[in-house]
C-alpha cells in the first residue's frame, strides 16, 4: 500500500522488546472499546458519555470504588491463576470450577465449627480464618491437579478437562446450596448459610486483607518466573516440551506443578468473593456470575502477556469496565448482559493482535518508480 | 420409556453433527476449540430469526451462515495469519458466549411456535445426522476430495508439493465445520430444547469436542460415542426414570461431565494410545506457512 510517497509494508518481526509489546495490548484494548461504542451506538447511547459514566462510577464513586477494588483483587487472583499454566504453555480455563471448589471448602470448614446452626455465636477468627484460607487453597489445588495430572502424564487435552471440570462444580455447589444441601441456608433461599459476623475477613479502609495475597504474589511470581530455577523450567516447558525433557525437566511434575500453584489461586479468588467482600458473606442464588466473571482472567493475562506485575493494572482496568458496566447497564437502560459482550469483543479483538507479536507495519520511503499510467 | 429414548436420540444427534463438524475441521489440520461458540451463536441466531420470521427454514439457514462466518473467521486466523489455533478457538469461544448473552437477552424465553413433526416418530434430524456420519465416512475413505483433506491434516508440506491447495482445502473444511456446529446449535435451540436462556448450552460443545478426540477421528465411532453422550445427558436430566430418589438432581447434572473425563482417561491406555496415535492428523493444531 502506498500513501504519499511513503510505501506500508508487512514485516516479520525480528524481535518484539517490551515497550512494544505492551504497545499491541494498549492498541488491541483501545481498539476493542472502539468497537464496542458500536454496540453503545446500536442502543442509542452516546458511546463518550457511557465510557465517561463506567469511568467515573468505577474509579471516582464512593459506592462504584470499593466494588471495582473487590473486583480487582478477585480478576488479578483470577488472571495469576491463568498466567501460571500459561507460562508452561497451557490453558487453565478451569479458575471457575476452581474457584468454586475453593469456596465450597471454605464453607466446609466453617460447617465443621457448627456455624450453620449458630450464627450469632463468637468464633475464634484467629484460627478459623486461616484454616479457611487453607482450605479454599487446597480444595481449588485438589481439583485443579487432575487436569495438569492428566496432561503431564496421558498428554490428555486440559481444555476439555478443566471445562468439564467447571461443569461438575458448578453443579456441585447448586447440590450444596439448593434443595436441602448440607450449607443451605436455613432460610431456604437456595443460597448457602451466611458467614457470622466474628468470621468476617478483617478490612482495612474497607478494603479486604486479600488484597495483600493478590499484590503478593503477583509480586512474587515475577520473581519466580524471573529469577529461579523452576520458573526457567516452567518457561522452558513452555517453550518447548519436548526439548525441556531432553534437558531433564520433567514433563510430568511442571505441568501438575503449574495447575496446582494456578489452582491455588484461584481457590484464594473464590474464598476473597464469598467470605471477604463486604456486602456478600454467602454463596448467593446467583454464583454462576462469578463463576463467568472469572474468564475475564484469560483476557487480561492475554493483554499483560502473561506478565504478572503488567497483570495488575490490567486486572484494575477490567474490574472497573465490568463494574462501572453494570452500572451504566441500569442507569441507561441497556439491556442484560453488557459487560458480557464486552468479554466478547474484547476477546476476538486480543486474537486478532496476536499477529502483530510475529508481524509489523514498516512505513518506509517509496523509491522513485515511474508513475502509473 | 419411548419418549425417553426419543429424546436421547435428540440429544445424541446435536452431539454428532456439531462433532461431525469439528472431526472434518480437524481430519484438515485445523483444531477448532471454539465449538461451544459456534453452537451458541447458531442456537441463538436461528432462535432470533425463526421467532422474527416465523420460518423454520430461515432460523436453520442464519445458523448455517453464522456458523460459516464464524468458521472463516477462524480459517483466517488460523491458516492466513498462521496464528495460534487454541487462541483463536477460544477467543470464538468467549465471544461467543459474551455477544450471545447480550444479543439473545431480549428473547428470553420460549419459542413459541409449533413444535417441527418428526418423521417415524423420531426427530427428522437424527436422519440428517446420521446421513452426515455416513457421507463424512464416504468423502474422507474413498474419495479423492478426502484425500485431499487427509493429506493436508497429516503432511501439508507433502499435499502442497503433490498440487494439493493446503489453504483452499483448509479453509473449506474449517469453513464445513462451522456451518455443522452452527447448525447442530440452531437444531438444539429450534427443536431439542426451544427456550432461550443465557448461555443454556452448558457444555455441549466442549463434550462434542471431547468426543471427536475420543472418537479417534472416525465418524462411526463418533457417532457411537455420541449415542452414549446424548443417552447419559438425557439420563442426567431425568434420572427419576432408571434409578428414582438415588442421589440429588444436581448430582445427576455432573455425571455426563465426569464419564467424559473418565473417557478421556481410559484414552490413556496403552492400546488406546497406540491406535490413538496413530489415528491422529500428524499436523492438528499446527499452521502451515509456504516458504517464501
Not at chain 1, 2 to 20: D, F, N, V
Not at chain 1, 64 to 87: H, V
Not at chain 2, 18 to 32: F, K, P, T, W, Y
Not at chain 2, 113 to 141: E, N, Q
Request: aromatic share 16%.
Amino acid at each position: 500500500m502506498r500513501i504519499a510517497g511513503y510505501k506500508l509494508t508487512l514485516a516479520k518481526r525480528e524481535t518484539l522488546s517490551g515497550l512494544q509489546a505492551s504497545m499491541i495490548s494498549v492498541l488491541a484494548v483501545l481498539t476493542a472499546l472502539l468497537l464496542f461504542s458500536l454496540i453503545f451506538i446500536q442502543a442509542d447511547v452516546n458511546p463518550l458519555e457511557a465510557y465517561k459514566e463506567i469511568f467515573d462510577y468505577a474509579f471516582f464513586n464512593s459506592y462504584g470504588l470499593p466494588l471495582t477494588i473487590n473486583r480487582f483483587i478477585f480478576l488479578l487472583l483470577s488472571t495469576c491463576a491463568f498466567i501460571i499454566p500459561f507460562r508452561a504453555g497451557l490453558w487453565n480455563i478451569g479458575m471457575t470450577g476452581q474457584l468454586y471448589a475453593g469456596s465450597l471448602s471454605a464453607f466446609a470448614v466453617m460447617y465443621a465449627f457448627g456455624v450453620k446452626d449458630a450464627k450469632s455465636a463468637e468464633y475464634p477468627a484467629l484460627i478459623i480464618i486461616p484454616l479457611m484460607i487453607l482450605a479454599a487453597a487446597l480444595g481449588a489445588m485438589i481439583i485443579a491437579s487432575i487436569a495438569g495430572y492428566l496432561r503431564g502424564k496421558y498428554n490428555v487435552n486440559e481444555i476439555v478437562v478443566t471445562m468439564m471440570l467447571n461443569f461438575i462444580t458448578f453443579w456441585l455447589v447448586s447440590f450444596m446450596i439448593k434443595d436441602g444441601g448440607l450449607f443451605m441456608n436455613p432460610g431456604g433461599r437456595g443460597e448457602s448459610f451466611e458467614l457470622p459476623a466474628s468470621l468476617y475477613a478483617p478490612l482495612y479502609k474497607g478494603v479486604p486483607f486479600t488484597l495483600i495475597f493478590a499484590l503478593g504474589f503477583a509480586f512474587f511470581l515475577h520473581w519466580l518466573f524471573a529469577k529461579t530455577k523452576l520458573g526457567y523450567q516452567i518457561r522452558a516447558y513452555g517453550e518447548n516440551p519436548t526439548g525441556a525433557e531432553y534437558a531433564g525437566i520433567s514433563t510430568v511434575r511442571i505441568p501438575l506443578l503449574v495447575f496446582i500453584m494456578g489452582g491455588a489461586l484461584a481457590g484464594l479468588a473464590g474464598y476473597h468473593y464469598f467470605a471477604a467482600v463486604p456486602g456478600v458473606y454467602k454463596i448467593a442464588r446467583s454464583y454462576a456470575f462469578l463463576g463467568d466473571l472469572a474468564f475475564y482472567g484469560i483476557i487480561c493475562g492475554l493483554i499483560a502477556q502473561a506478565n504478572p506485575i503488567a497483570a495488575i493494572p490490567v486486572a484494575l482496568l477490567f474490574g472497573g469496565l465490568t463494574n462501572g458496566g453494570r452500572f451504566v447497564q441500569g442507569k441507561m437502560h441497556l439491556g442484560f448482559g453488557i459487560d458480557y459482550a464486552l468479554l466478547g469483543v474484547l476477546m476476538i479483538t486480543l486474537v486478532a493482535f496476536q499477529f502483530f507479536y510475529r508481524y509489523q507495519f514498516a512505513l518506509t520511503k517509496a523509491e522513485k518508480e515511474s508513475p502509473d499510467v | 420409556m419411548f419418549e425417553f429414548f426419543v429424546r436421547s436420540l435428540d440429544a445424541s444427534t446435536i452431539f454428532t453433527i456439531a462433532a461431525i463438524g469439528e472431526l472434518i475441521g480437524q481430519r484438515s489440520g485445523v483444531l477448532n476449540v471454539g465449538v461451544e461458540g459456534i453452537m451458541l451463536f447458531g442456537a441463538t441466531l436461528g432462535f432470533i430469526v425463526a421467532q422474527a420470521t416465523g420460518s423454520y427454514l430461515l432460523g436453520f439457514l442464519a445458523g448455517i451462515a453464522i456458523g460459516a462466518l464464524l468458521g472463516l473467521l477462524h480459517g483466517f486466523f488460523s491458516v492466513t495469519l498462521g496464528g495460534d489455533q487454541v487462541v483463536s478457538g477460544m477467543g470464538i469461544w468467549i465471544m461467543g458466549f459474551g455477544l450471545t448473552t447480550y444479543i439473545g437477552n431480549p428473547y428470553t424465553g420460549p419459542l413459541g411456535m409449533d413444535r417441527i413433526p418428526s418423521v417415524l416418530g423420531l426427530s427428522p434430524f437424527f436422519f440428517v445426522g446420521l446421513a452426515l456420519v455416513i457421507l463424512t465416512k464416504f468423502v474422507l475413505s474413498k474419495t479423492s476430495l478426502g484425500l485431499k483433506i487427509r493429506s493436508v491434516g497429516e503432511n501439508p508440506s507433502v499435499a502442497e508439493v503433490s498440487g494439493v491447495k493446503v489453504a483452499k482445502t483448509r479453509y473449506y473444511s474449517s469453513i464445513t465445520g462451522g456451518m455443522l456446529m452452527g447448525f447442530a446449535g440452531a437444531v438444539y435451540a429450534l427443536n431439542y430444547n426451544p427456550v432461550w436462556n443465557y448461555n443454556f448450552l452448558m457444555g455441549w460443545g466442549f463434550i462434542a469436542l471431547a468426543l471427536v478426540f475420543f472418537s479417534m477421528w472416525n465418524p462411526y465411532i463418533l457417532m457411537a460415542g455420541s449415542l452414549l453422550f446424548g443417552t447419559l445427558w438425557q439420563l442426567s436430566l431425568n434420572p427419576q426414570l432408571v434409578l428414582p430418589g438415588l442421589f440429588s438432581r444436581y448430582i445427576w447434572r455432573t455425571v455426563p461431565f465426569g464419564i467424559t473425563l473418565i473417557v478421556l482417561f481410559s484414552m490413556s491406555m496403552k492400546w488406546f494410545r497406540t491406535r490413538w496415535g496413530a489415528a491422529k492428523p500428524d499436523a492438528l493444531g499446527q499452521p502451515y506457512l509456504k516458504e517464501e
